[in-house]
């Protein structure tokens, strides 16, 4: 077996995951995992440590012995690192450390979601404090607060992963649009057979969501984030959801439309969320603290 510092954290990670969820299907949908790449990281840990950690087969999913032994001695390495980050947390009363944070775009406009207030807050209070912050999609996000390559992630999460506390901080709504040049922006009575007719595009992530909201066939395009929805919108050629402090913006200069508000809208909870295991951290509890206050929408963003 390889010297332990030569072994990839984050695999022993997915590792535990894996045998926390009892099965490779399981783990998947916890992991946002395909069952190539999850069988990937398996494979790659089993070289690393020098041997096979779990069987599957006709008498299902099970560890090895080895495999038992890892994860008893996985879980008390990261109860470790967690007892390491919470002394090392505090130096002198003050906040110290590294706070890695995952959120999905399109949110700068949202008072109750945006995290200028939030982050301001914190650093203000911890200073000496590292801050890391990264786009993703939902799916990403899961995926990094549970393999423990981000510490709290914030997004519209669907899927709730083992060892994850998911805290909700604000329901955004949405609205469908068009932009200022789609043969719709100046109808004035717009007609269920209008909207299913237009071409539609949808978030990638939710796509048969946004078609059942819509009510409508098919996409005939797809995005990722936001920005890239909006972009679209405005080419006059297609519809879409987006969030309402986002849409409503352009719609205020003119350059989109809502399409039957009242009809085609929609609540996305968002969440915050982070591994069980780290909910006494100081600057994690910190960092919650000051997301839960601007989700109240009693501070300015």
Known sequence: MRRL?????????????LAEAGSFSAAQIALNL?????????ASLERSLGGALCLRGRRGFR????????????HDLFADIDKFQKRVGRSNDRLVGRLSIGIVDGIISNPQLALQGPLQRTIAAAPDVYVDLRLGTPHELEQWVAEGSRDVVIGPFAKHGPGVVYVPLHQEAHALYCGQQHVLFEKEKI???????????????????????????????????MEAQAMLILSGKLIGFLPRHMGD???????????RPQTYQFLSQHFAAHRRSDKDLPLIKLFLHELRLQAKGKLEA
């Open 5 to 17: 510092d030569n072994i990839d954290l984050r695999l022993l990670r997915v590792f535990v995951a």
């Open 34 to 42: 395909s069952q190539s790449t999850l069988s990937t990281h398996i």
């Open 63 to 74: 560890l090895t012995p080895f495999g038992e032994a890892t994860l008893r001695a996985a």
């Open 191 to 225: 007609t269920n057979a209008d909207i299913e007719t237009s071409p539609f595009s949808v978030r990638g992530y939710r796509q048969l969501e946004d078609l059942y909201r819509a009510n409508h066939p098919r996409a005939s395009a797809s995005v990722i984030h």
């Open 249 to 259: 913006g352009y719609a205020e200069l003119g350059l989109m439309r809502a399409l």
